[in-house]
């Protein structure tokens, strides 16, 4: 059930698609106050061994009790554990413990969430602006709950499926010779590949829209090259437009007053790290589909799909901070030598000069002819920019899906297109963040997600690359990216990529798999991704089980994130079969009863721990998506003495949107003595 309750006259986030009636009173078990800042606080208690799960791709484990977060998604957010907010803005929880239940916050504004970190045993939610929606969900279960919370915001977004193949990318491809290097090294080192992602270095003077025909002489036919090797490319495009007076589509957005202002009306102009830019304004209806047909440019030019940056409009300072800057370094009492109070006064503006948040105040937007502060904008800017992208994608392309995807983003995003968890750094505490990452992200139905696999930031080495290969495999969006100034990340670059060469290549056999659960996530408003407490509510050691997750129906995975192992210890809330995964036809299995145990796990295993009375199907590998045979399938079950098995395949083309036509639903069937069929003929079924 879903019961709302409003407080002042909130704003229109547009982030739910149903109208539920108001409830009078306040949500039971929550104490509202108003804040003396015209604010509005509401408290709960926590009940001892209750579990709180959301809040986006947030630092500090699945269970977010015992800390406080923040919603403002900004440059600079590293995934540092002291930090309060990520790049998500996903203002909901579910409660797991003696009562079941979640709420969702619709305000836009700043909203502090103190999950038992004042005091231990009381929640504190409080929005800096007194408007809100607050809508609770109740279900018998936490998935229930979660589906309540998906009706509410509507179904997520899928991708084409090439999209689930291993998509490769670096910023700096420079050219499109380097591109071409890259798919040819990983076809020398036998990586079954599905797109190249190119950053902004495509671009002509990192203009949106264009392509720099230096560097990428004849991007079509350059396309249409890697397309015929079965290679997508995806371009990046960031939100800023670079202030370019003779560029027409600058000059088109300043005459329709497509960008938004600052306090006197004029075009605000904000520093971005690729130079000055204009900030569409995405609050704008017809500016974001304007901005969103400009894609067509680039569609043109035979780029398959997007990833879009830059949703928390990445601002560095504005000219004003700058000049305020300038005129004390040029002082020439500067070239002396400075006192602590000078030192200390250079120090913290050079400080005010990175926090972005300081310039909210003086950017507007235009909202239906009203005036309205980036301050309430900020955290809408990407779910508006990605409706915008959406709403051209429909036109232009009405019969395909679309590859997009964005990092920053507001409940509503997953309607439009998939997440990627941004900057984090190759770091072994980053993998298992990552890990913890997909369960918020699934919660806010952000089910086509992935982190960058190997990290962005630093130098990765080669067993951090295998291990988060290794949890990659099951991850929906499976791309490796690293940023300009590391180490060289591409599998091929370490010394063992064969190893890789056969981890990567296990995810293609798994797609049956993978690609049924998210599918079926998809349709009926489930998870892909769950912790084990959402499966296991009454055991006490689920809840307390971090490392491990659900990954659909039938499977529970236990990557390894340590360095220097060859085993890890392992929870397991029921007798499962462990498969020990090396390739498609090299594995080893082993029925274990319910409890811990350490299991062994070398570099280039996957642990895959098969549910009772569940199947797995496998099909054999391919150079990519489109290669690959699903009609001959491999199987393995796991039954219960005298029982048998059932398995609900999903297959469809692909590329269309009628996703939920019955022919796309096979049932597989394993009877109680390992006996397979299926309800089509079209396939063949083998036991592993
Ligand atoms: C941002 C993105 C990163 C990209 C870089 C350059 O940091 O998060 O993925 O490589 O910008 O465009």
Not at 640 to 662: M, S, V, W
């Amino acid at each position: 059930m879903i019961f709302r309750y409003r407080y002042g006259t909130p704003f229109p986030t547009e982030a739910v698609v149903l109208e539920v009636p108001l409830e009078t009173g306040n949500p039971p078990g929550f104490q509202v106050q108003r804040t003396a800042e015209g604010g509005l606080s509401l408290s709960a208690r926590l009940h001892a061994g209750e579990v709180l799960c959301g809040l986006g791709e947030n630092v500090r484990g699945i269970n977010r009790r015992g800390w406080i977060f923040e919603n403002n998604p900004m440059l600079g957010n590293a995934h540092a554990e002291s930090r309060p907010s990520r790049f998500t803005v996903q203002n909901a929880l579910i409660a797991v413990g003696k009562n079941c239940y979640g709420f969702f916050v619709d305000a836009p504004a700043g909203i502090t969430f103190d999950l038992g970190c004042t005091d231990p045993e009381v929640m504190c939610i409080c929005s800096e602006d007194g408007n809100l929606d607050f809508y609770l969900f109740t279900g018998d279960t936490p998935v229930e709950v979660v589906r309540e919370l998906r009706r509410l915001i509507g179904r997520s977004y899928v991708p084409p499926k090439w999209a689930f193949g291993y998509g490769q990318n670096r910023w700096r491809y420079h050219s499109a010779e380097d591109v071409r290097t890259v798919a040819d090294r990983m076809k020398e080192a036998g990586i079954p590949l599905d797109a190249i992602y190119l950053d902004i270095d495509y671009m002509k003077d990192y203009q949106d829209f264009t392509v720099d025909e230096d560097r990428f002489p004849d991007m079509p036919a350059f396309a249409k090259e890697m397309r015929e090797r079965g290679i997508h490319l995806v371009a990046i495009v960031d939100s800023g437009m670079i202030i370019k007076e003779d560029d027409p589509v600058c000059r088109e957005g300043i005459e329709k007053g497509y960008f938004c202002k600052d306090e006197t009306g004029k075009e605000f102009i904000g520093a971005a790290w690729t130079g000055n830019v204009y900030l569409p304004d995405m609050l704008n209806p017809e500016a974001r589909n304007w901005f969103g047909r400009q894609y067509q440019k680039l569609m043109d030019q035979g780029i398959d799909g997007f990833w879009n940056d830059t949703n928390d409009l990445s601002l560095f300072y504005s000219p004003e901070q700058r000049k305020k800057i300038m005129t004390v370094f040029g002082s020439p009492t500067l070239s002396m030598q400075l006192d602590g109070d000078d030192y200390f006064h250079l120090l913290d503006l050079c400080r005010k000069m990175q926090s972005a948040d300081r310039l909210y105040k003086d950017i507007y937007h235009n909202v239906n002819g009203k005036k309205v502060s980036h301050r309430l904008g900020h955290n809408l800017y990407g779910l508006h920019m990605m409706r915008g992208v959406a709403r051209a994608m429909q036109e232009l392309v009405p019969e395909r899906r679309v590859m997009q995807l964005a990092k920053i983003s507001y409940y509503g995003t997953h309607r439009y297109g998939g997440t990627w968890t941004g900057d984090n750094s190759s770091w072994w505490s980053h993998l298992l963040l990552n890990i913890h990452q997909m369960v918020s992200l699934n919660v806010a139905g952000s089910l086509y997600s992935g982190g960058n696999i190997g990290g962005f930031n630093e130098n990765c080495t080669h067993d951090l690359l295998q291990r988060w290969l290794e949890f990659g495999v099951f991850m929906p969006l499976m791309r490796n990216h690293s940023t300009k100034t590391s180490r060289r990340q591409e599998p091929y670059e370490f010394r063992h990529s064969a190893l890789y060469a056969r981890t990567i290549a296990l995810r293609y056999s798994l797609i049956p798999y993978i690609y049924s659960e998210f599918m079926k996530a998809v349709l009926e408003d489930g998870m892909y991704f769950r912790p084990l407490v959402f499966d296991y509510p009454e055991d006490e050691k689920a809840a307390e089980t971090e490392d491990q997750l659900m990954v659909g129906s039938s499977i529970m995975i236990a990557p390894v994130y340590q360095p220097n192992t060859n085993s890890r210890n392992v929870y397991l809330p029921e007798p499962m079969k462990l498969l020990r995964l090396r390739a498609f036809d090299d594995y080893d299995m082993e029925d274990l009863p319910q409890g811990d145990r350490r299991i062994s796990c070398a570099l280039g295993e996957i642990l895959v721990f098969l549910k009772q009375n569940c199947l797995l199907p496998m099909c054999p590998p391919a150079a990519n998506i489109a290669s690959l045979d699903e009609r001959h399938l491999k199987v393995f079950a796991n039954l219960r003495r005298g029982e048998g098995a059932e398995y609900c395949l999903y297959q469809d083309d692909g590329e269309t949107k009628e996703l939920n036509r019955p022919e796309h639903f096979h049932r597989l069937y394993c009877d109680a003595y390992g006996w397979l069929s299926a309800d089509t003929e079209e396939l063949t079924l083998e036991k592993a």
